[in-house]
Structures are given as structure tokens and as C-alpha cells.
């Protein structure tokens, strides 16, 4: 593309063979003739250089091959946002307009096609998406006002937009505006961001994703957004993280992931009153604590939070989980794919864990938490962990009952449990033998014999696995909330005989259920 360059080209964004990046230089670089851009790539591995050449600096790069020297007539430096609608839109919505369908043999004229097409037209558009348009500033003054009057959502993702002046420039002419995308952009930060809230006070939702952005950076920007509720800051440069002070305390969901937090300043934003969503997946973490509350007391920490997302991370231990039971709002859990979900025998009674460990849990690692399921969790940790509890001082004497401190801070809800279902008597804590996988996995087909559409189910289970588990496995398999699942089975040897399982601390073996046997799901 043949432009004339920009007087304020150094700062400016710009886009070249499929790569873009900032302006850093504008001059010669000798022994060569003629004009040169010194340009910041986005990608790293597109430049040559950190800027210098031949021993001589001519620019500075954040990556030691970052930079590269490259023609001003190789380079676009983008077009205006009103443009870019127009490519967007009109011109693709006045061809389509003026076209003909040959249906057959005969061709006929795309009658009505008009009034759905003319939604589109720009003075009716409420959601704009320019991604990748190489739109860099406003255009012509008020131009956007009166032409895009009825925006609510923008998406300018992957742009040429240099700076927050630039955005502001362009916001403040779109009085309905509640939703912007920015991702995939460098922005140079404004020196008075106060002085541009006008221009985003109606902004509730805001997208920044890989926009190389600190936390700073963040705060430093956040007055430009007084009304803001919702807030993505996926893959940026944000480690360190620092209390927000009279700024982001609207907000309601935060979300983190894929940055490398220093896991020990998440409390910092803690004072997010009104915070209900955070996700902290993929940052690294492995812990997190609340020093303001002893094990079984609430922290003042994130007060409105429930949902917490901290998949893909370094958790390993189940203290880590314990401690989110101090949240006094989490109702919403996922952790899926953190070393924790590996250190039990199977899955499910890590699901199980999950469940047991947080009273108010609802959803855990996006499955449903049903009250029939919650019980069994429950009465399976007083059980596993009932032997502990003795050693650790515990009685089934409630005047004897004191385990120590230790065994109160690794299981905090512990003696809630047995107040809620009793102490676990002694043949449940008898420890159960070794049982050879091979010799003792069942092959089990579950059937639904009240409702033939649905195909019976094969899996292979363990014969000392509980029947509440089971249910717990069923309830997830059949997709049935908020039911009662009732169980009983046939085997080829007692044929024409139906044998109920009714008591669902038990286990298969119990049952005297071998390989090969059906189980019979009901539910009411």
C-alpha cells in the first residue's frame, strides 16, 4: 500500500508482510541512502536486531532481536475507523445487495434480503467487530457520531491504534458504547488518564488480551474506566501484583490467566469488594493463603467471590484446597489439570476430595455438585481420614473430642462432619487390604430399564468401590440433577432374581457383584 508518511511516525503502529509493530526511528542509517523506519516488531522473531546497526543505536528493543530497519513504502500505516467500517460492511453489503441468484433455470431478484441486509448498514449497527482492519486513529472530525451512532460493542482487535488518546478519540463519539476489545494492540499509556474518562464512562466490559500490559500499567490506566465491571488481561506481562486503591472497586469479573503471577501478591487485590469472578488459570500458581482467618473461620478476603478458576497450574497439596473454605461467597471451583488431580488412585475420589473439602461448593471442575452426591463425599472423608483424627487426639466422646491443631488446620471441616453425621465406628476405619488390580477390576454394564432410548453403559470398576461412588459416577454419565438414582443388579447365576443395593456405604464386593453382572439404574 502507497502511503504518505506520518509526520508523527515514530510511535506509530504499523503493519508489514503480515507482522505489525511500533515505529521506533525514522532517519538514515548509513552507509545506506535514503529514509529508513526503525520498527519494534510485536513477533520478536520477525526482527534482525535490538536496534542498532554497525555498532551505532539507533533505537531500543524490549527483545535483543526484536528490531529491524525496513523502506517507509514497504509499510502501511493503516486507515481510519470510519474506513474500515465501509470495507467492512457497506461496500461487501451493496454488492450483495445488487446481486441476482439463478435458482434453476430461472434467475430471480433477492426480494426481502434488503431489509435484513439493511441492519447492517452503519448508522444501524449496535456490534462492530473490525479485527484486523488495520484501523490507527478516529478520521475526520465527529464522522463517527453521526455515522455509528447506536454502537454498544466494539471489537478492534489486532489494529494499529498507537495509544489511549487514540482509543479515546474514537470512543468518545460512540455514547452508547458498553463493550470494547482491544486485544492484540500496543498501547503507549496516557500521562492524564483522568482527563479521558469521559470518553469510556459508559464502558462496563473491556477486553486487553496480549497487549504486553504490566499490572501497573493497569492501575495506571484505570481511571480512564470508572464504570468498568468486567476486565480481561489474558497473556500480558503482569507478575507483580498491587492493591488497587480507589480504582477497579466496581469490578466483577477479573481474569488473569496465562500471566506469571508472583502467586504471593494475589492478596493484594483481595480488597475487590464487589469481585465475583477470578481467573487465575495457567499463572503458575501452587498456593495461596489467607492470613486473616484461622482453619474454619471465613477470611474478609474477597468477600463476592464465586467462581475461582485455577486450572493448569502447580497445585499439589490439599491444604491449598482447604484454604479456599475460608472463602466465605465460592461456590464455583475448577482446578482441572494441577498435579492435585493425580495424587489419588482414581479421579473420582478426587472429586470426591474436592467436594468434601468446601461446604458451599455447587459446580466443581465444571460438573454439577447434586446433594445426593455432597452427602456421600462427605460421609467417604470422615471415614478416610477418621483414623488420623483418633491419632491426632480425637474422640468419640465429644467431651474427649480435642484432635491437635495440626489435624484441625490440614482438615478444618472435619469435626463440622461428624457433628453433621457422626464419629465413623470402628469397622469403618479398619484399613482395607492391597487388592490386585487385575484380579479385582469389574467388568460392569449399567442399564436404565425404565428408559430404552438410553444404550447400556460398560465400565470397568474396582470391587471395593463404594456405592456411593458409583452413584457419584452414574450421575455424571446419565446427566440426571437433581434426582435419586435407585440401584439393584442381576447376575446369569441367580437368574430371574433382582438383587436391590441399597445401602451406599458398602462396597461391590459387598454385594457379592462379580465380573460380568448388570446393574439396573433407576431414578425418581
Known amino acids: ?9 515514530v510511535g506509530r503502529r504499523v503493519f508489514c508482510d ?43 528493543c524490549r527483545h535483543p532481536t526484536g528490531g529491524s530497519f525496513v523502506r ?33 433455470t430461472k434467475t430471480v431478484k433477492m426480494v426481502g434480503f434488503e431489509s435484513i441486509m439493511e441492519k447492517q448498514r452503519m448508522d444501524n449497527l449496535t456490534e462492530i467487530a473490525l479485527v484486523n482492519c488495520e484501523v490507527s486513529g478516529p478520521g475526520p472530525e465527529n464522522e463517527i457520531k453521526k455515522n455509528t451512532p447506536n454502537a454498544v460493542s466494539l471489537d478492534m482487535s489486532g489494529n494499529l491504534l498507537s495509544s489511549w488518546e487514540v482509543i479515546a478519540a474514537i470512543t468518545e463519539q460512540l455514547n452508547q458504547l458498553q463493550c470494547l476489545c482491544l486485544s492484540n494492540n500496543r498501547l503507549s499509556i496516557t500521562s492524564s488518564p483522568s482527563s479521558l474518562s469521559h470518553a469510556f464512562s459508559r464502558l462496563r466490559v473491556l477486553t486487553l488480551n496480549n497487549c504486553s500490559i504490566t499490572w501497573s500499567q493497569v492501575l495506571d490506566c ?10 480481561f488481561l489474558n497473556d500480558n506481562s503482569i507478575t507483580e501484583l498491587q492493591r488497587p486503591t480507589d480504582v477497579l ?69 490439599w491444604a491449598v484446597i482447604s484454604e479456599l473454605e475460608k472463602l466465605k461467597s465460592l461456590v464455583q471451583l475448577s482446578c482441572l489439570r494441577n498435579p ?54 480425637g474422640h468419640r466422646d465429644p467431651e474427649k473430642n480435642h484432635p491437635s491443631a495440626e489435624f484441625l488446620a490440614e482438615h478444618p471441616r ?39 432410548d438410553r444404550k ?17 459416577l452414574l450421575y455424571r454419565l446419565l446427566k440426571l440433577p437433581g434426582t435419586v438414582l435407585h440401584l439393584s443388579y442381576t447376575s446369569s447365576k441367580i437368574e430371574g432374581k433382582e438383587v436391590e443395593i441399597h445401602n451406599d456405604l458398602k462396597s461391590l464386593q459387598f454385594y457379592s457383584i462379580e465380573d460380568g453382572d448388570r446393574i439396573l439404574v433407576r431414578w425418581s
Open 1 to 9: 500500500m502507497t502511503q504518505q508518511m506520518p509526520e508523527d511516525a
Open 249 to 317: 472497586q466496581g469490578l466483577k469479573v477479573l481474569d488473569l490467566s496465562n500471566n506469571s503471577l508472583v502467586q504471593e501478591s494475589v492478596p493484594q487485590i483481595s480488597n475487590l469488594s464487589r469481585l465475583e469472578v477470578l481467573n487465575l488459570s495457567s499463572t503458575g500458581m501452587s498456593s495461596i493463603q489467607f492470613s486473616d482467618a484461622l482453619p474454619g473461620t471465613k477470611t474478609e478476603m474477597f468477600p463476592a467471590l464465586k467462581i475461582f478458576l485455577l486450572d493448569d497450574n502447580k497445585i499439589n497439596e
Open 414 to 452: 472435619y469435626l463440622t462432619l461428624i457433628q453433621k453425621y457422626g464419629a465413623p465406628e470402628e469397622d469403618e476405619l479398619k484399613e482395607q487390604k492391597p487388592f490386585a488390580l487385575k484380579d479385582q477390576l469389574l467388568t460392569i454394564t449399567f442399564e436404565c430399564p425404565e428408559d430404552t
Open 72 to 104: 517507509p513504502k514497504k509499510v502501511s500505516f493503516g486507515v481510519n475507523f470510519l474506513t474500515a467500517v465501509k470495507l467492512r460492511y457497506e461496500l461487501c453489503l451493496d454488492e450483495a445487495l445488487g446481486e441476482e441468484v439463478k435458482i434453476s
Open 340 to 393: 492435585l488431580m493425580d495424587l489419588e488412585k482414581n479421579r473420582e475420589t478426587t472429586h470426591q476430595l474436592l467436594i468434601a473439602c468446601i461446604s458451599q461448593l455447587k459446580t466443581v471442575n465444571r460438573c454439577e455438585v447434586l446433594q445426593e452426591e455432597r452427602r456421600g463425599a462427605e460421609l467417604d472423608y470422615c471415614k478416610k481420614y477418621g483414623r488420623a483424627w483418633l491419632q491426632a487426639g
Open 18 to 60: 503480515g507482522e505489525r509493530g511500533t515505529v521506533r526511528y525514522v532517519g538514515t542509517v548509513p552507509p545506506t541512502t535514503g529514509l529508513w523506519l526503525g520498527v519494534e516488531w510485536d513477533n520478536p522473531d520477525r526482527g534482525k536486531h535490538d536496534g542498532s546497526h554497525e555498532g551505532v543505536c539507533y533505537f531500543t
Open 222 to 231: 484505570a481511571p480512564m474506566w470508572p464504570n468498568i465491571e468486567e476486565l
Open 456 to 472: 447400556p453403559i460398560q465400565k470397568k470398576l474396582p470391587s471395593s468401590m463404594m456405592v456411593q461412588k458409583v452413584k457419584g
